[in-house]
């Protein structure tokens, strides 16, 4: 891949060298999913790169068993890397159980802060809160005062990026309608994987009068993208900056979208890997410390940047509080 | 009565002529050393016992199975028959032992498959239909379903079928197993007009004396190969079925009535309603200990409905049956079955036999509930196999053995193990629907005799039959179903098959 | 062959077909690897490697979810009744069980056995379904069952989420855990493994001696086996097929119903929204591939359980995506068909090699008595 | 059972069998009629939109398409339950020839691999003779693994591709009728009663019609034509009827079955094409969702016939489509006139005198009308669901008629005959 010149490295001539080997274990989609695990494997190479460390990755299987991710774990522990990420949610579990087996080793998890040990690290979002901020700007953005958004499936983590973002939507006008609809149900995680879906759902929304269409819901959300781009309405991204990724010929119809720093996250826990130290605890990513945000690429939401962020202000100062269950 | 004869030289090359023909499968000799002439506008029969090997050679002829050794000549030049294509290009027609009609087709769709290249599939083929519909008198409606059809009517399509190819020799394997005299004689006469018109009939059938009537030449098979040639005018048919067997017939032991006062099956009022009108109408009978009663009817007025009825096995029927003083109208299949009924179905294929079970376990079927195959809800399986092995030699089943798979056995042999097993747990009604259809006349002997030493113990049987010497002979009386009803009873020892024909298909007479 | 005992052929025949079939599944699979450019010996090297003492409990915990799912499968099938609808099942009992033993109403073992009680009765009921419409209205069980499952999908969830608890920190739902006491303790194997087996698993195994039992020793299962063989012959000798149709539909379901316990019980704790699912599905391959026999189930859930398990660590170790062994699973399916048909042919034609050898003593036998007399 | 000598009354067969030529068209227009009657009443004004209908005409076609591969195995006596697993052969075939060669290489690409899966069970079940359902899902489990492995290979580090997913793929060129187009919008906007509902309808199809969409509806006729207007067809329909009278009149039965499930496996593997090209732009694992199941479930639900496929994947692509835009209001408004048909239905069978039928009919509009009153919108839980739960109940009342191939699913082998 391309990152080999790019990264902002310091040092130019010899290689960075490290003895740290990372084992990666990604959720279901793995690593080009365009979306959250791409994002974690953003911040994992830009690691490699800047520390010279190795890595292995491995990614989960669709309805998988426990005993596999489990099993996942332990393959990298067995094999001598540590630290050990996993990413995703439902990894909870498995690495509450393999780190007690592995005290030694050090696992951090994404999207899951259930598990209280001294070698795992927590790394979780408030994606509340960038949704909030997309949330405003779809409802700044909005004509027709009706928006809408689409999750992939319905789970807690997906309702708290619809919470935030209707709260959002709502403090800049409490009377905008904001339509709703997950693809599945799980354990169907197909609606995660279909963009058909999403497409459907979304020409739905836009042929009601929505204008402003939100999706939390991965893969599907391709299908969000290219019915916002030939109906003329806006689609707002989430996780990366999906305007950077998404085709050219959809790019223009991608108003922003909501980060989730997974790669912010899995960069910065193995700096301080790096450096011999081995987080524990939970670490909240929101957007005090910019885990969280949205982008501006395409330059659509230029004209309320002033108000975005007046916000985002509030909401770290705490005077907005943003629900994290719809 | 001469020996495999030479074709007597004449001016023009016999239709078909088979020289040495053989075919074996895996460990059986189907046929070996044919020899065969048919002359051009006769009509040639082929007897034989079950499994003697006429199907088997008239596929080979119809280029269905590939003979291992031996020729086939068709007027005079040889060919090589690879597949029914070949043999439909060289003028032969077969109508199989079992209709070979798509049911769901239309006529015209099952007249036309295979030959479109003829007529198309539209309006010229119906064109051409109609014509030898008219021209043979077939009377033949080209976009009825065949599933609608009657067994007379689908009989004259296989034959249509055939004529339409242009066929100049036309195989029938078995052809009348299923029909009434009347629709016999109809195909019979329409056999003739063929062969007036110069084609050759090649015909197979059971029925010795209706080979006898219609043949010109007939053809013995004794284990796969022919054992002599013959003129219908120099035999009888119990010359003939020795012919076939190889040696001598026993004779038939004639038997005075065993009929007592003694009520066994009582029916009343049974009816069943069908999609248009009612298959069972108000049929009322009764059969006393160590009677026979025969059903006579043409195919499809009401007799399977009646047999399936009397066993529960018809959902929408009313009216009263009582077994022995016990009333069973509101009894399961297996509760009339319990109280004494044996069955043996006409289709033994799809209701007499699992065929891919072993014998000892199609020994358990239909009496699961019964000791000694089950015992407290187990299925006994060393009781089972010995059951069966009592069976297999009362029955004189050819099989090595109690675990062969009741496919493996010949139809002859499947239908002996039927009636054994419907005998065992002493019925004491048993209900046989055409016991020996498609049974050489050694078998069927034997099936008539358990029948008959049955009957003397006290058995009383409801006979239903296609075959019409069967039911006079094994009956002590008679009735007569047409379109639901009971329209007749007559004296077995007064009535002769073509009385009971015409009461058969009504006053109109066409069926 | 034919010298041998029909019983031995008949053992020796058996067993040539799946190691016929094995072979021909690992020959395509290395084909594809090959063609694929990706690692041949590594890939093998991995997967055929003894597994250590907690893989081997992993298999057989897999194993077990997996033979239950084959034997659910299989009863449908010994009646021709296809059942593609256990996964639906399987979520629904699952469930239903998750909340009964969540509950707690009973103490201790009285949990258990109620909670494994109320998920085969919400197995059955759920399958009955497809029997009722299947006897009473002619609707195919293969497109209701199909239905069912997208319908089970929809109702657990909403129900899911009426009852769910959820942990704090963590983003899945889930129902109340299962109180200690009434969890199925599993054992230990080799030592210091820290992975324990199922002890549902002598459940599991007493479920297959049930189903070879029922099916293969009682008047039930005969009359199932007779109705699945023909139905038309079933009717004639007085099985009530449509009630066979309910009841065989029933005891599929039911036995779907103990499809996710072993996890529940011996694992997972609760049911949520990372439930393994598909389970059904692999269940039909496994019964096909046990050709609907206990022992044969057995073999085939182990068999998946064992490259699944084994696969599991092919991306990690060895670079190779552990897909490849669905290609393997799907081809060893399909191969063991096909060399069981293969053996299947020569095994009819010895078996009538042997009737027709038999008959024709006999006839040799009557011509020489023909010739004396 | 057995057969009839005398016939039946043709008064009865020909009223079963012959309707009208156009009884299709009264048909549409009486549902749209109904749904039109739904809208004014409910006020749910998403039932019969032209988006409603774009979506429908979207969400049908795989399901079409894959049912119309179902046909013409099974019209030939071959159980095909291993077209999901063709249907995502097309996905990767679309996805990897329509990403390097362009949107028709991916449609040929899809055609392709879905006629390599219809290849191993053409081979399987033909020539080796082997239970048509085994082989079937061994080529679900072989088609998904191979997929997936092969997208890890090949679009891993593309450009916008990675282990599960395919770049976006080119569009396939879709007509727009302009003017038509634009009238018919403007017919749609004025909310008359019925002529707005059948100018969305219309509009629809005259509307950013992908030629895919059209190349289906071309499939589905051709399909009626070939098998039911042409000798070839009546061949392969006889063998899937019954094979060996086939056989006994030189018809090469292996040779028509085996032709007809490679056609099988292309037309499912045009489905997936569908779904990755046109319904969304990318190969995606997982991305067939069941949907195969479903085509097949369609085709039985239609009675193994053209028409009654377009109905049934008709009724399966309405109700997902309606149930993804406004699910809510729209599955509510259904509701009624599920309750409402449910009444009708129910009147009917008294007056046949069934009454427990009807009854059972009866209570079920009964709970149905009360929940629709209960209720303002129906959560999304169910309004995902009722594409599943519709199909049931529409089987559970009519499908006694059904009446599949004589010879469907029986293992044939050649000189079977007589
Ligand atoms: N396809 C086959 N495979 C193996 N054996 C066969 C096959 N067809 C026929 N046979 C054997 O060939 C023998 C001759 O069978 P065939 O059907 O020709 O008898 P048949 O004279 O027509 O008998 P029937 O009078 O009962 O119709 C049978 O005994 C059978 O064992
Ligand atoms: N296709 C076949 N494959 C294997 N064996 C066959 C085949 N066809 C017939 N047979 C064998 O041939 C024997 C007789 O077959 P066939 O159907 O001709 O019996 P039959 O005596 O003529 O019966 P029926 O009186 O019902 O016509 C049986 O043993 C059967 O196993
Ligand atoms: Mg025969
Ligand atoms: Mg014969």
Redesign the interface.
Known sequence: SDDTESSTGTDGGDAPSSDVKVGMAYDVGGRGDQSFNDSAAAGLDQAMEEFGMESQESEAEDGEAEAAREERLRTFADAGYDPIIAVGFAYGPSVGKVAEEYPDVHFAIIDDSSVEADNVASLVFAEEQGSFLVGAAAALKTETDQIGFIGGVETPLIQKFEAGYVAGAEAVNPDIEVDVTYLTQAPDFSGFADPAKGKTAAQGMFDNGADVVYHAAGGSGGGLFEAAAQSGNWAIGVDSDQYETADSSVQDAILTSMLKNVNVAVFEYLSEVNDGTFPSGVTTYDLAVDGVGYSTSGGFVDEFTEQLDEYKQQIIDGEITVPATP | MSETAPAQASEHAPAVRLRGIGKRFPGVIANHDVDIDVEQGTIHAVVGENGAGKSTLMKILYGVQAPDSGTIEIDGRAVSLGSPADAIDHGIGMVFQHFMLADNFTVLENVVLGAEKLHGIGAAARAEIMRLSDAYGLDIEPDRLVEDLGVGARQRVEILKVLYRGARVIILDEPTAVLVPQEVDELFANLRELKAEGLAVIFISHKLDEVLSVADTITVVRRGTTVATVSPDEVDSRQLAELMVGSELPTPSTESSTVTDTVTLSVRGLRLPGESRLLLDDVGFDIHRGEVLGIAGVEGNGQAELVEAIMGMRSGATGKVELAGRDLTRASTRERREAGIGYVPEDRHRHGLLLDSPLWENRVLGHQSREPVVRRGLVDRRAAREDTQRIIEQYDVRTPGTDVLARALSGGNQQKLIVGREMSGDPILLIAAHPTRGVDVGAQAGIWDHIRDARRAGLAVLLISADLDELIGLSDRIEVILRGRLVGSFDPSQVTPEQLGSAMTGAGGAA | MSGLSPRLTKVVLGLSAPVLALFAAFAITSLVLVVAGDPVGGVWGEILTVPATRNVANILNNATVLYLSGLAVAVGFRMNLFNIGVDGQYRVAAFVAAVVAGEGWLPGAANIVLAIAAAMLAGAAWAGIAGVLRASRGVSEVIATIMLNFIATGLVAFFLRKVAVREAGSNTIGTKEIPEGSRIPGFEIGDGATTEVYGFIFLAALAGFAYWFVLNRTRFGFELRATGASTSAAVASGINVKRMTITAMLISGALAGLVGLPILFGDAYAYGSTFQSGLGFAGIAIALLGRNNPIGIAVGALLFAFLDEQSNALQILVGVSPDIVAITQGVIVLTVVISYEVVRRYGVRLEQQRVAGALEQEHRAADEQETHA | ?????????AA??TSKRRLPRWWWLAAVLGVLFVVSVLEVVTGAD?LA?S??V??TL??LV?IMLAGLGGLWSERAGIVN?GLEGMMILGTYGAGFFGYHYGAWAGVAGALLMGALGGL?HAI?TVV????H???G??????????V???A??T???LP??????S??LDNVPSVTIGPLSDALGNLEGQDIFFVSQLAAVLRAMVT?LSLFVLLAFVLLLLTYVVLWR??FG??L??VG??P?????????VLRYKFSAVLVSGALAGLAGGF?AMV????Y????T??RG??G??AM??GNWRPTGLLAGSGLFGYT??VG????GTSVHALLLGVAVLAMGLAAYQFYRRNITQGSVILGLGAVVMLVWVAIDTV????T??T???I??LV???A??R??M??ADGQIYRK?S??
């Open positions: 059972m057995s057969t009839t000598t005398s016939p039946r009354p009865g067969t998403d939109s988006g409603t774009r979506a979207i969400a795989p339950i191993v399987a080796f003779g082997v239970d359902i085994i082989s899902v061994a080529i679900n489990i072989i088609a998904l693994g191979a997936q492995y092969l890890s290979l679009f891993a580090g916008g591709g990675g282990s599960t997913q770049p976006k950013n042409t000798t009546l061949r329909r006889s009827e019954s060996s009278a086939a056989e006994s009149l030189g018809v090469a779904l319904a969304s732009s990318n995606r694992d997982g991305q969702g069941g199941y479903i097949l479930a039985i639900f997902e489509s993804l835009r406004q699910g959560p999304g839980d169910f995902s669901i594409p599943y739960v199909t049931l089987l559970a009342f499908s006694q059904l009446r191939p004589a000189g005959a007589g």
